[in-house]
Each structure stands twice: as structure tokens, then as C-alpha cells.
């Protein structure tokens, strides 16, 4: 008779188990993205060459990577100042401010647009008053970064409170006993030691800046070549039947996808921590 | 500081706080706080004539019931790739779990389109589903679709630390009384995984709820049968209709808030029991 563990399940069940799962992730996960550069490349290398030179291709591309240039930076600076208080301190409402924090991952992302229109629009609280300044924030660039910052706030606070929490505040706090000031203490200590956690939040803020549809649709009123980021320049060449143009820049926005899923795996091995999901 | 309650010799916690609290009000709080006074302009009356248009309740039935049966359908697919990738080796298990993320890394509208491709008439899987009558594209089967893609992720991702930290010890005296491995995962592993199979589906509801990219592309957006009720809220704005997109949005905001108070409730009362 062979021996076999009871604690866990048959070989037989575990291989149809393994099986399944592997069919669901290729069926629900792999292909959506296959399917993405399947459709870009159906007319050949040179067709999707054509397709990201084109003028407005290249103004979508530009305006995603500048609208990111702005809100990630701004966001970083933040969540380091966030996950500095949260994490190395406590204090009444501490928990009221990890849920605020939080609190735009819960929001829908057209809700995310809408709060900056009723704010700006030509019918919101403030827009007479910049209509007479003549001022434009929504239908406009300020608007789109203005979308991507809220529904990109949380990332870096969130990655960082707890590495701010566990690892770092020893260090940190002989630093300071042997007479450092702060800010070196930030420099030399806690900076060298969150360094991956820093660039994993910052990683996963990025792709969710250039990714975003949803908050930036609501914002942008789809000008050509001039509000229209990647996204939303897919979404409209899709509902122009140019499917080669519009899965081409969803190819180039897969790409980034692919890259920070690999970045995350390199850092979740480098940090230690298998951290769980991207949100 | 003063309010500082934990002893420490850090600095920069009023500074941090400041930042914190300014950057906050700013970029959430207060346009928050103008969502939630914009629907009153139309008075009492008129927010109720507004949120009970046969439209917006068909829209928000499509929302809220399609995120329930996406999140339902969630509850053991993410349960087996959990138990899959926690408890078993294989090749490819690196591979495969990076790609459990790959619905939230992958924007909304490149997966909309995705999904579109897919499953439309002549699509690699929709083309094996035509001859059997089954339609997903531009149907409110197109809406599940993409829900349950975009929700999977919340599933696995809140259940394999819970599995992970089950104790051997309850699984191994199971088995030794003499339960078979069944009676064990019904009796003994089931149980302690319930709390963080309600917050996976509490998770995966409350995305799919809000859910805009992925959706809209797949779904057809046929007023009062696939139109969900974000896209409601973009149509409304786009009418000018200010306060009733307003109305629209903090009606979702607060029944989704109160689903998710009550299935955490609910957790609560479980992991107690347990």
C-alpha cells in the first residue's frame, strides 16, 4: 500500500485542479492580451509602424507621457510624506486617514472625472469664474492631470506605510539619537531602505497614470491631437473601425502592462515579500 | 508634537501630517464634498424624479446585478486559482502568477477592446460560441464578462494569505479522526476561508460596480437593457445634466459604501464564530 499524505488532496485531483486553472488563466487572462498584438500585426510590421507615426498617434503618446510626468512626481512626494506620518507615528484618526487615503481605489473612475467637472465645468461651482479669467481646466490638460492624480493618490502611500512601519524605524531613530538631523536621516537611512518598495509604488502609480480611461474619458472632451491621451485615442479609433490603429497603441500600452507586471515580480523577490495584488 | 501618542525620537510628523492633509483636501476631499452638494440644486423633488427615471433604474440594476453575479462567479474561480498557486508547484506557476494581476495592470479600454475582440461574432472564442446560440458581445452577458475579468484578481489576491497561514495542525487532525479529505474541506478548511471569501467578493463587487472601460466597449450600451450606469453618468454630463449626473454618482457611491458596511459586518460576525 502506498503511503499518502491526508492533508492534502489526491494526485489526481490536484493535476485536474492545476488543469483547470491553467485553461481559465489562458482563456480569461492570457488571451485578451495575445489578442491585443494579434489584431495590431493582422496587416504586418509595416501597417502598425504606420499607425504609431501617425500625427494624432504621436500627440496621444506624448500627452499620456506628460500628463504622467506631472501626477507621479506630485504623487510620489506625497505618499512619502503620507506613509512618513502613518507609518512612524500614531496618532488620534490615524485609521480615519489610512481610509481616506485609500479612498479613491473605491471610487468609480468616471466618478473620479465627474467631481472635477462639477468643480471646473461650464456649469460647475467655479467655471463662470474662469470663463471670465479665461482660464480652461476641464476639456483641458489641468483636467486630465487633475483625474490622474486622484484616482493615482493612493499608490505610493499605500506601498510604503507598512516597509515605513516594519523596517525602517530602528535605523532611523539611532540615526537621529546619534545626531542626525532629519532630512539626513531621510537621505542615509530611510531612503536606502525603501528604495524598492519606493520604486514598486511608483512603478504601479505609472502604468495606472498612462492606463487610466475611465476619470481622464469624463475630463478630456475628446480633442483631437490635442486632450486625447493614449486611451482615449484607442477608444476612438475602435468607434472609427481603424482596428489595426487602435490595437496598435493598446499594444503599446499591453507592452507597458507586461513590463510593470515583470518589474513587480523583480521587486517582490528583491523586497521579500510576495505583497499580493496591485491594489 | 503633542498628539504624537507613540513615544519617539522621529521628527517630521507635524510637517508629513500637513502635506498629508493639504495634498488630501485637495485632490480628493473637497471635490468629493462637491459631488455630494451638486444634487441638491434641483431640490429634493427633483433628485427623486431624477434617480427614479426607468432608464437609471434599469441602468442601476444592470450595475449592481451583473457586479453581484460577477463577484459570485468570482467566489470559486478565485478560490481554485488561490488554492492552486498557494498549495501546488508546477512549471509555470511564476508565470502564471504574475498574469493573476494582469486585470488591473492592463488599462481598462485596451481590455474592453480586447475582450471585444474576443468574444464579437467572429472572434477566436465568440466564433465557437455562435453555433451554440450563445452571444456575448454587445449583451448584458458582455457586461458579466468583463466583470468577472476585472474582478478575479480581488478574489485571489484576498485569499491566498488566508490560505497561506491555515494552520496544518486543523487539516492534520481532521484527517487524523478519520475525515476523509471532502468532509475535511467542507468541515474544516471552508469555514476558515469564509471570512476572506465575503471580502473577495465584497472586493470584487465594489470594482465591478464602478466598473467603466472594460465594460463599455463589450456591452453594446443599449439604453434599458446593456447600459450600465457610469455610462449613464458620461451621458448625463454630456447633456449638461450636471446635478442629475451628480445624483446618479452619490446614489452608487452610497449604496456601494453601504454593501460594503454591511458584507464587513457580516466578516466581522463570522471570524467571531470561527
Not at chain 1, 473620479?112 to 463662470?128: D, E, I, Q, R, T
Not at chain 2, 480581488?154 to 487539516?171: G, Y
Not at chain 2, 448625463?236 to 456601494?256: C, F, K, T
Request: hydrophobic fraction near 60%; charged fraction near 10%; glycine fraction near 8%.
Amino acid at each position: 500500500m502506498s503511503h499518502r499524505a491526508v492533508t492534502t488532496e489526491r494526485r489526481s485531483t490536484k493535476a485536474v485542479l492545476i488543469l483547470l486553472t491553467l485553461v481559465l488563466m489562458a482563456v480569461l487572462l492570457l488571451m485578451p492580451l495575445v489578442v491585443v498584438f494579434a489584431e495590431a500585426f493582422r496587416r504586418g510590421l509595416p501597417a502598425v509602424l504606420d499607425a504609431i507615426v501617425q500625427p494624432e498617434a504621436v500627440s496621444a503618446i506624448l500627452l499620456s507621457l506628460l500628463v504622467a510626468a506631472i501626477s507621479v512626481p506630485l504623487n510620489t512626494v506625497c505618499g512619502l510624506a503620507a506613509a512618513w506620518c502613518i507609518g512612524h507615528f500614531r496618532f488620534p484618526g490615524r485609521g480615519l486617514l489610512i481610509t481616506l487615503v485609500e479612498l479613491p481605489f473605491s471610487v468609480s473612475p468616471v466618478i473620479s472625472g465627474l467631481v472635477w467637472v462639477l468643480l471646473f465645468g461650464a456649469n460647475g461651482w467655479l467655471g463662470p469664474v474662469l470663463d471670465r479669467a479665461g482660464l480652461r481646466i476641464v476639456f483641458a490638460m489641468p483636467g486630465l492631470v487633475l483625474a490622474t492624480l486622484f484616482v493615482t493618490f493612493p499608490f505610493v502611500a499605500r506601498t510604503l506605510i507598512p516597509l515605513m512601519q516594519n523596517q525602517t524605524a530602528i535605523e532611523e531613530e539611532a540615526a537621529i539619537t546619534l545626531g542626525a538631523s532629519g532630512w539626513q536621516t531621510f537621505w542615509r537611512v530611510t531612503l536606502p531602505n525603501i528604495r524598492w518598495g519606493l520604486l514598486y509604488g511608483v512603478l504601479l502609480c505609472n502604468a495606472r497614470a498612462m492606463g487610466e480611461f475611465g476619470a481622464v474619458a469624463v475630463v478630456s472632451g475628446h480633442i483631437r491631437g490635442q486632450t486625447m491621451t493614449m486611451p482615449l485615442q484607442v477608444e476612438a479609433l475602435f468607434n472609427d473601425y481603424d482596428w489595426v490603429g487602435a490595437f496598435t497603441i493598446a499594444a503599446l500600452l499591453s507592452l507597458l502592462a507586461v513590463l510593470t507586471l515583470g518589474a513587480k515580480a523583480a521587486l517582490e523577490w528583491r523586497i521579500g515579500t510576495a505583497s499580493g495584488g496591485l491594489l | 508634537m503633542t498628539v504624537a501618542v507613540r513615544r519617539t525620537a522621529l521628527p517630521g510628523f507635524a510637517p508629513t501630517l500637513g502635506v498629508t492633509l493639504a495634498w488630501l483636501s485637495l485632490i480628493v476631499l473637497i471635490p468629493l464634498a462637491s459631488l455630494a452638494l451638486r444634487p441638491w440644486s434641483l431640490g429634493l423633488e427633483g433628485v427623486w424624479r431624477s434617480l427614479t427615471e426607468p432608464r437609471v433604474l434599469a441602468a442601476l440594476r444592470l450595475s449592481f446585478g451583473a457586479a453581484s453575479v460577477a463577484a459570485l462567479v468570482n467566489v470559486p474561480l478565485g478560490l481554485l486559482v488561490a488554492w492552486v498557486m498557494v498549495r501546488y508547484r508546477f512549471p509555470g506557476r511564476n508565470v502564471a502568477d504574475a498574469l493573476i494581476d494582469m486585470p488591473l495592470a492592463l488599462p481598462t479600454a485596451v481590455a474592453g477592446i480586447a475582450l471585444t475582440a474576443l468574444f464579437a461574432k467572429n472572434g477566436w472564442i465568440g466564433s465557437l460560441l455562435a453555433p451554440l446560440g450563445i452571444k456575448v458581445a454587445y449583451t448584458p452577458l458582455g457586461v458579466l464578462l468583463a466583470m468577472v475579468f476585472v474582478g478575479l484578481p480581488f478574489v485571489v489576491r484576498t485569499l491566498e494569505p488566508v490560505i497561506m497561514d491555515l494552520p496544518a495542525d486543523a487539516e492534520e487532525a481532521a484527517a487524523t479522526l478519520g475525515a476523509s479529505r471532502a468532509q475535511t474541506w467542507w468541515r474544516v478548511i471552508l469555514p476558515a476561508l469564509l471570512p476572506a471569501l465575503l471580502a473577495g467578493f465584497a472586493a470584487a463587487l465594489a470594482r465591478g460596480v464602478g466598473e467603466y472601460g472594460s465594460v463599455i466597449f463589450i456591452a453594446g450600451n443599449m439604453p434599458m437593457v446593456s447600459e450600465i450606469a457610469p455610462l449613464l453618468i458620461v451621458i448625463r454630463l454630456e447633456q449638461l445634466d450636471y446635478a442629475g449626473a451628480a445624483a446618479l454618482a452619490l446614489l452608487m457611491l452610497l449604496v456601494s459604501f453601504c454593501i460594503l458596511l454591511l458584507l464587513n459586518l457580516l466578516q466581522g460576525r463570522i471570524g467571531r464564530q470561527a
